[in-house]
Structures are given as structure tokens and as C-alpha cells.
């Protein structure tokens, strides 16, 4: 079994920034790509960021291309999304996802296995 715990999710002024982690327990973390999606209320879920089972193949939607960025450090078995200049829309439930392929890295929520619980980001305005 996998199991995800993210962290790091609060209320922040727009412009301002944060950084949410998941941790990820499974001692084969680097066999997985991952991903973060977010919900907003009455919103399905989005798309955020992917990362291969390396830093190199990374991935991001329009939305947030320039603003956020994605790591991961497989010694420690987390992600990470680092988010910048934060806007209102980026107000949402931000949930990681783990997908087992050292290949392919998935975009869409239903090709990933296993989910954390959630961590609330909101930005005021």
C-alpha cells in the first residue's frame, strides 16, 4: 500500500508564495511519477504539475506555467510543488497523486493509482 500525506497548504496574501510537500511511503518512490491536481469549491478537479521519476521530465498547466514549479527528492521520498505570485484562482483543496511508471507520466487524474487527503491553499486578495 501507498500512502500520501501532503503538507505545507494555508491562507496567503495574493503574491505571495508557498511551498506544499508530500511525503510518500514506500521505500520504491523513485518507481512512481507524480503528480498535483487541485479542487476548487464547485470545480472539478485540475490538473497542476507532474514529475517523472527524475527531475528532468517535467510538466505544468497554462494556468500555472511560470509560477509554480514541481521537485521531488527521491532520498527522501517527497514532492514538491513550490508556488509563486499566488493569485485568488489558485484557491483550491491541492491534492498529490502517485502513478507507478518510471515512463509514462500522466495528466489526467484517473491514470494515477493513489491519492492523498488534500491540503487547503487560499490566496485573498
Known amino acids: 500500500q501507498v500512502q500520501l500525506v501532503e503538507s505545507g497548504g494555508e491562507l496567503v496574501q495574493a503574491g505571495g508564495s508557498l511551498r506544499l510537500s508530500c511525503a510518500v511511503s514506500?521505500?520504491?518512490?523513485?518507481?512512481?511519477?507524480m503528480g498535483w491536481f487541485r479542487q476548487a469549491p464547485g470545480k472539478e478537479r485540475e490538473f497542476v504539475a507532474a514529475?517523472?521519476?527524475?527531475?528532468?521530465?517535467?510538466y505544468y498547466s497554462d494556468s500555472v506555467k511560470g509560477r509554480f514549479t514541481i521537485s521531488r527528492d527521491n532520498a527522501k521520498n517527497t514532492v514538491y510543488l513550490q508556488m509563486n505570485s499566488l493569485k485568488p484562482e489558485d484557491t483550491a483543496v491541492y491534492y498529490c497523486a502517485a502513478h507507478y511508471s518510471t515512463i509514462v507520466v500522466p495528466r489526467t487524474d484517473n491514470n494515477y493509482e493513489y491519492w492523498g487527503q488534500g491540503t487547503q491553499v487560499t490566496v485573498s486578495s
Open positions: 514506500r521505500r520504491t518512490f523513485s518507481d512512481f511519477a
Open positions: 514529475i517523472g521519476w527524475r527531475d528532468i521530465n517535467t
